[in-house]
């Protein structure tokens, strides 16, 4: 039986028919998964299921009260129905097969690391995510994230509709005649600064926002993400992923409001002339810092491989840096003739988590090009570090 599993969450993939014939069968086998993973969480998607009978349900019935969560995805309508008729669509949380999406011709105009954002048409964009970052728990993160940031007056737009292309998932975020910063800055270039004051007061307004203790996930979860791909790369020793989880915990918690992945491709400009946030996979509580490293590894880093700056943020490099300086002299309320080296080296070494994790898995370097950034960015981090031990 073909199955996942994240944290304490078990995902099974039922197919073609359940009923008497076989429901006790499959039973036992996802029984059997929970018992050696020690999950109390299970997702049962129905994508591939064609039928289910009251064999199956009576299935069902009997996960809901062995496990503290039991939901159902991809339920085709026929599927639906049967659930929706018999009340099982009270009982646990069913959600519907996602509306085919096709990708062609469509124009791209931004990426992040586990997605692409595309335009659908004047009121619509979708963004589109990794088959590997188990699209559909995060696109359900993404919404309950944008919920309550929305609640808590972050403008941030709601996710409209869950849709599918191909292998891949995402969400279409409706925004009426809406552009991504990159895209109107690089319309209008006598706008960079302004713009990059603009992204600065979002930031401030986004940092200066306080969240009821676990209303949503630590916001240093993001770096040890980050570590996580770095150490299954195997490009970094041990004892260097064991700092880095150290330094990671070390930063100070919060409970502010951290996007995740703040950067021109990720802000709106609606038609009214408003900034408004997508993308809110990553929403969280913690230290700005977490934020403003992530923006700096866009800009600064991911933006300087091969086609980076225009891929990531829809500007080019030149305009991107401009943006960037505006944005960062107006945060920490700098004067435009003062020196941002010493703030950049500090973010520098903030966003190395990520540099580190994300030179293991881009598809943009060859390999020998990859060995020899993370050589280069692991030093910079044991010189800090043991800079730091020997203080």
């Excluded at 969480?41 to 969560?69: F, H, N, P, Q």
């Excluded at 880095?244 to 502010?256: A, H, S």
């Excluded at 990720?266 to 934020?291: C, F, H, K, Q, Y």
Aim: hydrophobic share 40%; proline share 3%.
């Amino acid at each position: 039986m073909r199955h996942t599993e994240e944290g304490r969450t078990l995902t099974v993939f039922l197919e073609g028919r359940i009923d008497s014939s076989n429901a006790e069968d499959a039973y036992a086998k996802i029984e059997a998964l929970l018992s050696r993973n020690g999950a109390n969480r299970i997702t049962l998607d129905v994508d591939d299921l064609t039928y289910i009978s009251s064999a199956g349900l009576r299935m069902v019935l009997k996960l809901l009260k062995a496990c503290d969560e039991v939901r159902m995805a991809n339920a085709s309508s026929a599927v639906y129905d049967v659930l929706q008729q018999t009340g099982f669509t009270s009982l646990l949380n069913v959600t519907r097969r996602p509306r085919e999406l096709s990708l062609k011709n469509l124009s791209q105009i931004g990426a992040g690391a586990f997605g692409r954002v595309y335009r659908l048409d004047a009121e619509r964009v979708a963004k589109v995510y990794d088959p590997a970052v188990n699209p559909l728990a995060t696109i359900e993160r993404e919404q309950r994230s944008a919920r309550e940031a929305f609640l808590h007056g972050i403008p941030s737009a709601i996710p409209f509709e869950t849709v599918r292309a191909g292998n891949e998932y995402g969400i279409v975020y409706e925004l009426i005649d809406a552009q991504t910063i990159g895209e109107v800055v690089s319309a209008h270039p006598d706008q960079v600064r302004a713009y990059g004051q603009r992204m600065a007061d979002l930031a401030r307004q986004m940092h200066e926002t306080h969240f009821d203790e676990g209303s949503l996930p630590d916001a240093r979860l993001i770096f040890h993400g980050w570590i996580d791909r770095a150490e299954q790369s195997g490009l970094y020793a041990d004892t260097t992923i064991d700092s880095l989880r150290t330094f990671v915990d070390n930063i100070p918690t919060r409970n502010t409001f951290v996007h995740g992945d703040f950067h021109p491709a990720n802000i709106m400009v609606t038609a009214d002339g408003e900034l408004t946030l997508i993308d809110m996979g990553d929403a969280s509580m913690g230290d700005p810092i977490i934020d403003l490293a992530g923006t700096f590894h866009v800009v600064r880093v991911a933006a300087r491989r091969p086609g980076g700056a225009e891929r990531l943020t829809g500007m080019r490099e030149p305009l991107l840096d401009d943006l960037w300086d505006a944005f960062l002299r107006s945060y920490y309320g700098l004067a435009a003739d003062s020196s941002t080296l010493e703030i950049e080296q500090r973010l520098r070494l903030f966003a190395l988590p990520r540099t580190m994790g994300s030179i293991a898995r881009t598809k943009l370097i060859d390999d020998e090009t990859r060995r020899r950034q993370a050589r280069e960015a692991e030093e910079v981090f044991l010189r800090h570090h043991e800079g730091v031990a020997s203080a």
